[in-house]
């Protein structure tokens, strides 16, 4: 087994870090306690940022106005977006890996030539909505309803928390039609559809989120004749780019504490060398190194089209967002009273973490999936 990365894998690598680390992380604070008007203005100028550095559109053909690098350098953008500002790693998670990539996968011509370039250039900002209020823990269907009429569709329901609902200019949504889970486009200010007011979170609160109310609304259907396909496949990258996030947030929680533990002295000693407080260290870098071989396996698996992807990928996405979580527990525990100040970097890793247990489907949710799996195998 070959665990080396290509020259080139290495330097998409280091170009994302070295893009994130100078335009992104300096306003990760900002954006975090920004009122939403400067939120919204936030999150387009750090979009056109990426897609300036040519980052934005990594994971996509170039001849289909993308970067290239494949998936690999899509879910390392999202690990690195992670790491130094949470909400603009959620941002980009719905605009381009999952608004762009329903386009790419599964729109026709004509929709991916009027969306996809705006998209991946910086000029758009998608959305990706399939949370419901009263969504079951224990199956994946829906209750948006969507009707076939002589043109298209029309949906009706409600969706949750939908990342970049407030300044989308098109949103992909789940909905079931005849029964059937599918994917649909529908561009922002349609007639039938309304988006919530803003959201005020605890935690990523730079991300724009809003619920939305669909009332015979039209919709164009992607993927037709793919079924329930499209959408199992969409939510395989759906959970492994949350996963590449929380990655993101278990480094930055393990770097914070980190650097506190070795500075700081608890008597004698410098605080890390206190076992109650080293072994909290060693288990997030435990953490951390068993989320990156899960993402890297996941990546392979959705490269290679195996049918076991989506378990795996569910997998990644639960063990990186509680792991995340409790490393961000951890990291405020270390750094004290610090940390549990409002603006302390360990007190935003705290809040962002506990969300990425929530949306993405929750973990109890993907838990019934992979137990359902297992007893099908065994």
Not at 30 to 41: F, I, K
Not at 68 to 77: Q, T, Y
Not at 282 to 303: G, I
């Given at each position: 087994m070959e665990f080396a990365f290509t020259e080139e894998q290495l330097g998409?690598?280091?170009?994302?870090?070295?893009?994130?680390?100078?335009?992104?992380?300096?306003?990760?604070?900002?954006?975090?306690?920004?009122?939403?008007?400067?939120?919204?203005?936030?999150?387009r100028e750090r979009t056109v940022t990426l897609a300036r550095e040519g980052?934005?559109?990594?994971?996509?053909?170039?001849?289909?106005?993308?970067?290239?690098?494949?998936?690999l350098s899509a879910v390392s953008l999202h690990q690195e977006l992670g790491e130094v500002c949470t909400a603009t790693a959620l941002s980009v998670l719905s605009s381009v890996g999952l608004c762009a990539r329903a386009l790419y996968e599964w729109g026709e011509g004509s929709e991916r030539d009027a969306f996809l370039p705006g998209l991946l250039g910086g000029e758009k900002i998608g959305a990706w909505g399939s949370i419901e209020p009263e969504a079951s823990l224990?199956?994946?269907g829906f209750k948006t309803m969507a009707s076939p009429t002589g043109s298209?569709?029309?949906?009706?329901?409600?969706?949750?928390m939908v990342l970049n609902a407030p300044v989308s200019a098109l949103k992909v949504l789940t909905a079931s039609a005849n029964g059937v889970p599918a994917l649909f486009l529908v561009v922002s200010g349609a007639k039938g559809i309304e988006t919530g007011a803003?959201?005020?979170?605890?935690?990523?609160?730079?991300?724009?989120?809003?619920?939305?109310?669909?009332?015979d609304c039209p919709a164009v259907?992607?993927?037709?004749?793919?079924?329930?396909?499209?959408?199992?496949a969409l939510r395989s990258f759906e959970h492994l780019l949350f996963g590449a996030v929380a990655t993101?947030?278990?480094?930055?929680?393990?770097?914070?504490?980190?650097?506190?533990?070795?500075?700081?002295?608890?008597?004698?000693?410098?605080?890390?060398?206190?076992?109650?407080?080293?072994?909290?260290?060693?288990?997030?870098?435990l953490f951390h190194e068993t989320a990156l071989m899960l993402l890297n396996r996941c990546v392979w698996m959705?490269?290679?089209?195996?049918?076991?992807?989506?378990?795996?990928c569910s997998s990644a996405k639960v063990f990186a967002s509680e792991s995340a979580a409790r490393a961000a527990e951890w990291a405020v525990q270390i750094t004290g009273q610090e940390g549990y100040c409002d603006d302390s970097h360990a007190g935003r890793l705290y809040r962002d973490a506990k969300l990425l247990e929530i949306l993405g489907d929750r973990t109890e949710k993907h838990r019934m999936f992979i137990a359902d799996r297992v007893l099908d195998l065994y």
């Amino acid at each position: 087994m070959e665990f080396a990365f290509t020259e080139e894998q290495l330097g998409i690598q280091r170009k994302i870090r070295d893009c994130c680390q100078r335009e992104i992380a300096p306003g990760a604070r900002d954006l975090d306690v920004a009122p939403m008007e400067r939120t919204l203005e936030m999150i387009r100028e750090r979009t056109v940022t990426l897609a300036r550095e040519g980052l934005l559109g990594l994971g996509f053909p170039v001849e289909k106005g993308g970067a290239g690098g494949g998936l690999l350098s899509a879910v390392s953008l999202h690990q690195e977006l992670g790491e130094v500002c949470t909400a603009t790693a959620l941002s980009v998670l719905s605009s381009v890996g999952l608004c762009a990539r329903a386009l790419y996968e599964w729109g026709e011509g004509s929709e991916r030539d009027a969306f996809l370039p705006g998209l991946l250039g910086g000029e758009k900002i998608g959305a990706w909505g399939s949370i419901e209020p009263e969504a079951s823990l224990d199956e994946w269907g829906f209750k948006t309803m969507a009707s076939p009429t002589g043109s298209g569709y029309r949906l009706g329901g409600k969706k949750s928390m939908v990342l970049n609902a407030p300044v989308s200019a098109l949103k992909v949504l789940t909905a079931s039609a005849n029964g059937v889970p599918a994917l649909f486009l529908v561009v922002s200010g349609a007639k039938g559809i309304e988006t919530g007011a803003p959201q005020v979170k605890m935690g990523c609160r730079g991300v724009p989120t809003a619920d939305l109310t669909l009332e015979d609304c039209p919709a164009v259907r992607l993927g037709h004749g793919n079924g329930e396909g499209s959408v199992v496949a969409l939510r395989s990258f759906e959970h492994l780019l949350f996963g590449a996030v929380a990655t993101g947030v278990i480094k930055a929680a393990m770097v914070a504490a980190g650097i506190h533990a070795r500075d700081r002295r608890a008597g004698d000693q410098a605080l890390g060398r206190h076992q109650e407080i080293s072994f909290k260290l060693a288990d997030t870098l435990l953490f951390h190194e068993t989320a990156l071989m899960l993402l890297n396996r996941c990546v392979w698996m959705m490269e290679e089209k195996n049918p076991e992807a989506p378990v795996l990928c569910s997998s990644a996405k639960v063990f990186a967002s509680e792991s995340a979580a409790r490393a961000a527990e951890w990291a405020v525990q270390i750094t004290g009273q610090e940390g549990y100040c409002d603006d302390s970097h360990a007190g935003r890793l705290y809040r962002d973490a506990k969300l990425l247990e929530i949306l993405g489907d929750r973990t109890e949710k993907h838990r019934m999936f992979i137990a359902d799996r297992v007893l099908d195998l065994y």
